[in-house]
């Protein structure tokens, strides 16, 4: 019995270094594991903290950068042969889109209404009604046919709003303050003189919020009273 119990001995102390190696080895690993979990916790952390670059640009002496990506925007709405003075007559069809920047949106969704830096791009396409094989109504040509830029900005604008149109340059200077543009949106934006009476799928979170602004909900009043 004594040699079996030698080599089962024997055995056992040559089986010990196996068993140290395997668990060092595992620590190790262990520790690797953890460094690179706390390596992603760190940069989570990081990127979490780091405010994103949006809002609007300018150059040097106070131009607006167009946004080059707002179609990859949030898309508010498509208006077709809209006008606000009936006097115009046009010759064509015309479809305006209009397009918001993400981080504006979420607020809205959340408050009813616009923080600053919002940027709002209304893009001017003609209509077509002839082409491949639709036989009725009208559809949007490729070709755009104007661009122009809503922003708030209260800290650079004396009413916190300002337009800015675009063709195909890359900056603009701010439309006057004597224009129509301004007196108009003042007067008959439902909120914070942007036309959200023609964003479908924000106008019933203004109101659910109740950030209508007094002269809209004044003026829709109005019709119904009659």
């Not at 109740?210 to 809209?216: H, K």
Request: aromatic share 12%.
């Amino acid at each position: 019995m004594q040699p079996e119990g030698d080599a089962t001995q024997a055995a056992g102390w040559q089986a010990a270094p196996h068993r140290h190696d395997t668990s060092a080895m595992l620590t190790k690993i262990t520790t690797v594991l953890l460094a690179v979990v706390v390596l992603f916790s760190a940069a989570a952390f990081r990127q979490t903290a780091t405010p994103s670059n949006w809002g609007p640009q300018y150059t040097a002496d106070g131009q607006l950068k167009f946004p080059e990506d707002y179609r990859q925007w949030v898309y508010l709405t498509s208006g077709f042969d809209m006008s606000y003075n009936p006097a115009i007559a046009m010759d064509h069809h015309m479809f305006d889109n209009v397009f918001v920047n993400p981080e504006s949106y979420k607020a809205f969704v959340e408050t009813g209404t616009w923080p600053d830096k919002t940027m709002l791009v209304l893009e001017v396409r003609a209509g077509k009604n002839k082409g491949s094989i639709n036989q009725a109504g009208h559809y949007q040509d490729t070709a755009v046919m104007g661009r122009e830029v809503h922003v708030k900005d209260e800290a650079r604008f004396p009413g916190k709003w300002a337009f800015f149109g675009f063709d195909e340059a890359k900056t603009a200077k701010m439309v006057p303050l004597a224009a129509e543009c301004y007196t108009c949106h003042s007067t008959h934006a439902a909120v914070d003189t942007t036309f959200v009476q023609f964003y479908p799928t924000l106008l019933p979170i203004a109101k659910s919020k109740g950030t209508l602004s007094a002269s809209y909900q004044k003026e829709t009043a109005a019709p119904a009273a009659k």
